[in-house]
């Protein structure tokens, strides 16, 4: 990305946009031997010269050479069996110093240790139909989302997959697309072709599952409250809100990296829609 247009620099977006900018080709990933790609995916730590790319049934690991200006195949893993065996979305964990990746292909998921290449979990009938994506838990190393044509949302604990820890329907067709929030792990985003989007507040499996409990030394006198009411229950995983903005299929939801309440959902159509938290979720989280 060209200098005056990195984070900190003194240009304002506006001035920018009135000069086309060109991108400098640092590295050149020929993926084609191997198939069309699906996905690739940047090392979520170390220095950035890491990618994993999945094409057909095939999971490359590639180590980028700016100096030579291209990117040199590693080491490499193959889908072998029956069905389809095609990978559709990956997603490298940011846990575990950045050796554990997970894919899907057809209703599977797999984890994948990238020091060996080898397999390190499978979740056969992950979903009824289709995998479309996966992201992980921020907070938590063991937690993984994934969401498919099923229409359901499911959150499994890598270390025990035989059922789901939690599954949702809320959506009414295909979802495409799932994120968890980089900063507050209960709030999770859904993007799926019923043209909505749907923000859940997924508390009992976060890193915060009682939320916010008020101690009772931080209560005075006159609120000081009947022994039956100081046993708070924990808040309930909920809807926290529907968005009807677009009008056709929401192929991709994300976070903002630079605003934890901030997110984007984009629609078929080319309709990119960023919206808010509401904000008393937001305070009753920071509060």
Same mark, same amino acid.
């Given at each position: 990305?060209?200098?005056? *247009? ?9 001035? /920018? ?6 991108? =400098? *080709? ?15 995916? #940047? =090392? ?5 010269? !890491? ?10 690991? #590639? ?7 291209? %990117?040199? *195949? /590693?080491?490499? +893993? ?23 990746? +997970? ?8 984890? #994948?240790?990238?020091? /060996? @290449?080898s397999q390190i979990y499978c979740i056969e009938? %992950? ?24 229409? !359901?949302?499911?959150? #499994? ?5 035989? =059922? ?34 749907? *923000?859940?507040? @997924?508390?009992?499996?976060?890193? =915060? ?42 192929? +991709?939801?994300?976070?903002?990296? +630079?605003?934890?309440?901030?997110? %984007? ?13 509401p904000r008393a979720l937001k305070y009753h989280i920071l509060l």
């Open positions: 990305m060209p200098k005056e *247009l990195e984070p900190g620099s003194h240009e304002s977006p506006d001035d /920018s946009s009135s000069t086309a900018h060109s991108l =400098e *080709l640092l590295c050149h990933l020929d993926n084609t031997a191997h198939g069309s790609t699906a996905c690739v995916m #940047w =090392e979520p730590t170390g220095d950035g010269k !890491k990618v994993i790319s999945l094409a057909d049934n095939h999971i490359l690991l #590639w180590d980028l050479q700016e100096s030579s200006g291209r %990117a040199v *195949l /590693s080491s490499s +893993a193959s889908l072998e069996g029956k069905g389809q065996l095609k990978f559709t979305s990956g997603r490298w964990s940011p846990h575990h110093t950045g050796t554990q990746v +997970a894919t899907a292909n057809d209703t599977t998921i797999r984890g #994948w240790d990238t020091r /060996s @290449m009938n %992950a979903h009824g139909q289709l995998v479309r994506d996966l992201d992980f838990n921020p907070n938590k190393q063991y937690y993984l989302a994934s969401c498919g044509d099923d229409c !359901k949302v499911r959150f #499994w604990d890598t270390r025990s997959v035989t =059922e789901p820890v939690k599954t949702l329907e809320e959506h009414s067709h295909w979802v495409w697309s799932i994120r968890y929030n980089h900063s507050h792990d209960q709030l999770v985003l859904t993007g799926s072709s019923d043209s909505r989007v749907i *923000l859940s507040n @997924m508390v009992s499996i976060s890193s =915060e599952p009682f939320g916010h409990l008020v101690d009772d030394d931080d209560l005075s006198d006159q609120e000081e409250r009947r022994p039956e009411e100081k046993s708070q229950e924990p808040p309930q995983d909920s809807v926290i809100a529907t968005y009807e903005e677009h009008e056709d299929s929401v192929y +991709a939801v994300d976070w903002s990296s +630079a605003d934890p309440w901030l997110f %984007a959902s984009l629609s078929y159509d080319g309709r990119l829609v960023i919206n808010r938290v």
